[in-house]
Each structure stands twice: as C-alpha cells, then as structure tokens.
C-alpha cells in the first residue's frame, strides 16, 4: 500500500541544508498497522508528509497503491489525498464550527456524495469507532479521546486504505491513547486499512505488527512483526538498548 524507495528529502540548499531523511526504504501492505518512533527532529513527520504528498522527496520514490507520486500530477496528489490517504494529527483535526457527523460527512460531500447519504455514511462511521450519540454535538463537546475517535473515523470515511496518523495520543491520557490505538489496530486489522503511526510512547507502539525506529532521518532498527494481544511483547522486550533511548 505504501512504499518508500531510497527516499532522501533535503530542505534548504548549501549551507543551510537540513536532511529530513535519508535513504529510507520502508513498505507498508494493506492490514498493516506500524509504528515509527524515534527522537524530536529525526524526521518522522516528514516521512508522513512524504506518503501523503504533502512533500515531493529530493531522490528516491515513494509509492501509494503500487503509484509513483512523482509521475503524477498536482490535481491526481488531491486527488489521492481526497480518496486514498487518511490523516490524523496530535490535535486540532476537526473543525470546531462543524457537528462531529458533519465533520466526518465532510470528505464525502467534497467529493460530490449527496448531504443526506453523507451523513448516513457518516453515522456509521462514527458508530463504529464507538460513538453512535450525540453526533450532532460540535468537537468542544466532546473528550480529547472522542475527538481523536472522530478524526479517525473522517480520516477512513471513504474507505480510504492508507492511514498516516502523526503522534494521535500526544495529547491523550493513557485510556484515551490506549482507545484509539486500540482502534488504528482495529482498522487495519479488520478493514485492511494500512497504519502508520508516529509515537513516542512504547506502550502505543507496543500495538502495532512492527515498529520501526528512525534516527538522523535514518531507520536504524526494526522490530519482527508481533502480534498486538496483551501478551505481546514490549518494545522494550524487543529492543531493549534503543527503547529507553528513544523514548523520552
Ligand atoms: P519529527 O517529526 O521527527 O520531529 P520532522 O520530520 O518534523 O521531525 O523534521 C525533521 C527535520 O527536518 C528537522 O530538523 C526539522 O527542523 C526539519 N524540517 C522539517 N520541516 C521543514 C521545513 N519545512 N523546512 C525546513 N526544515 C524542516
Ligand atoms: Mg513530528
């Protein structure tokens, strides 16, 4: 679903070039739920800008749905964007002045689906991430994890199969962050959606198939796939000397 190639993105030029990334080859398969981790700065953000994008790489390829976002046009990445990729950051993903089925209908109606049919579309939606009342209450009514609820269920309405969620707990106490992780493994486990997910916190990685660490834009390890029961084990259990360093 996801694909990265000897991907290297630079920004600036000369001396005051910044290497955002460096020579990352990475693939995500459909039902794939990964975690990215790794210090403030490596570039985690921008791997997800580059999957969705946002940003073009200097050198390398990336592909989504086996396509070369470089052989397509700017219309074609909104398009993509609009129909394939799904995003969710920390906070601030719904629009305040929208009701939280409104919120979830919008990607639908902009893709020309008729109101009425949008919202059924978008109750059920929200319905199966666990919301089913009071969807027409506004993001300020609900709790930080409800919202985070909401935006993921915008983030997939469409069935869209590519999910990047860039640090969707740094806002969340731990029921909260462990509620929608819970729920990212449940997209990709039983819709087939591909999760990508930026964490700091071993814990919510600890759910994904695999977790992968970056450091100076760069992946310095991997973990085996594991499977996301409540005996599986850490990341700490599974990189014991570059866990405690990365996480802080
Ligand atoms: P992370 O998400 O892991 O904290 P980022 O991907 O946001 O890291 O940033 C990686 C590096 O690229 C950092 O050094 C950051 O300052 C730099 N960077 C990110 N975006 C830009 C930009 N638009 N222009 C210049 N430098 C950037
Ligand atoms: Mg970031």
């Known amino acids: 679903m996801l694909q990265f190639l000897d991907v290297v993105k630079s920004y600036g030029s000369g001396s005051t070039e910044v290497r955002a990334v460096t020579d990352v080859t990475l693939s995500v398969a459909p039902g794939e739920f990964v975690a990215v981790m790794g210090p403030s700065g490596c570039g985690k953000s921008t791997l997800l800008h ?22 397509m046009t700017a219309p074609q990445h909104a398009e993509l964007r609009r129909n394939d990729v799904g995003y969710v950051f920390q906070a601030l993903n719904l629009i305040p002045a929208l009701t939280a089925v409104e919120n979830v209908m919008l990607p639908l109606e902009l893709d020309g689906m008729a109101t009425k049919q949008a919202r059924v579309h978008a109750t059920e939606a929200l319905a199966r ?24 269920a915008r983030a997939v309405i ?23 992780v819970e729920l990212l493994s449940d997209l990709a486990r039983n819709r087939g959606v591909a999760v990508v997910m930026v964490t700091h916190d071993p814990r919510f990685a600890s759910w994904a198939d695999r ?10 390890d991997e973990t085996a796939p594991v499977f996301s029961d409540s005996d599986a084990p850490s990341v700490a259990d599974l990189a014991p000397d570059l866990a405690p360093e990365v996480v802080r």
């Open 50 to 71: 580059l999957a969705g994008a946002l940003e073009q790489p200097s050198a390398g390829r990336v592909l989504v749905n086996g396509k070369d976002l470089a052989e």
């Open 129 to 152: 991430v666990g919301l089913s009342h009071h969807v027409d209450r506004y993001p300020d009514d609900f709790s930080g994890g409800q919202r985070q609820r909401i935006a993921i």
């Open 158 to 180: 469409g069935d869209r199969r590519l999910l990047l969620a860039d640090e969707p707990t740094g806002a969340l106490d731990t029921v909260n962050g462990d509620q929608v």
């Open 211 to 220: 977790v992968v660490f970056i450091r100076d834009g760069r992946i310095v």
